[in-house]
């Protein structure tokens, strides 16, 4: 499978726990983004990534968000002390390099709070 | 505050009919555009991109940029069932900063 991976494709919390949440990118990317789309809305931009690096996180909320992309491994979005509003569909999505540079989706993780 | 508008919708077209989506966009440094389809409960799905003013068509699917009315659109011919979907737009500067997007629009093809 060359597509962008993410797990789990579904993950319940209770509030006040954390929750991991993992994204492999495309064979060949060295992009990663995620996004946060909230029932009946649009998707809203978090973070961008390349390996080590912390490229754009004027999406992500300062508190209790938190996000790297390791020189091995996957990138991992991390939300501690979940609260019900963190209940969203995340994608992450992976871009190469050139001028379009698209962006490719993975299937994202569906992350409920209880 | 970088903005991406699209109508709601539902747009419902017949089978067969063209559909058209719009989008405007408040940017003016934007210099991409995405067109991704999402049906529900699924992730999106890239359809097209454009980046030069003009037309562009891959197959059922033509994508039209208008820099100086900051507008994009995206028509699908010989519309089907199976095109009943959201299709969000999104733009970007150049690079690989990331997307913003629109809201969508729920396109509904009626057999």
């Known amino acids: 499978n060359a597509g962008v991976m993410q797990n789990p494709r579904h993950l319940v919390r209770r509030r006040g726990q954390e929750a991991r949440l993992r994204c492999s990118p495309m064979?060949?990317?060295?992009?990663v983004y995620w996004y946060r789309q909230l029932p009946e809305e649009g998707l809203k931009f978090m973070v961008y990534?390349?390996?080590?690096?912390?490229?754009?996180e004027s999406g992500m909320p300062k508190e209790r968000f938190s996000a790297e992309f390791p020189k091995e491994g996957p990138s991992i979005l991390r939300i501690q002390q979940v609260v019900r509003g963190d209940s969203a569909a995340y994608f992450c999505?992976?871009?190469?390099?050139?001028?379009?540079?698209?962006?490719?989706f993975g299937p994202g993780t569906r992350l409920t709070v209880t | 505050q970088k903005e991406v508008e699209q109508n709601s919708g539902p747009l419902s077209v017949p089978e067969g009919a063209i559909a058209s989506l719009n989008c405007t966009y408040s940017?003016?440094?934007?210099?991409?555009f995405f067109w991704y389809r999402q049906y529900s409960g699924k992730s999106p799905e890239l359809i097209m991109f454009?980046?030069?003013?003009g037309d562009k068509e891959d197959g059922r699917f033509t994508a039209q940029l208008n820099k100086a009315s900051q507008y994009v659109s995206l028509l699908i011919r010989d519309s089907q069932p199976s095109d009943s979907a959201t299709y969000l737009c999104?733009?970007?500067?150049?690079?690989?900063?990331?997307?913003?997007f629109g809201k969508g629009t729920r396109l509904s093809v009626i057999a």
């Open positions: 999505a992976s871009s190469g390099t050139g001028r379009s540079g698209e962006q490719y």
């Open positions: 064979k060949g990317h060295s992009h």
């Open positions: 990534l390349q390996k080590e690096n912390i490229i754009d």
């Open positions: 940017d003016r440094g934007s210099q991409s």
């Open positions: 454009i980046y030069s003013n």
């Open positions: 999104a733009g970007r500067n150049s690079g690989n900063t990331p997307l913003v």
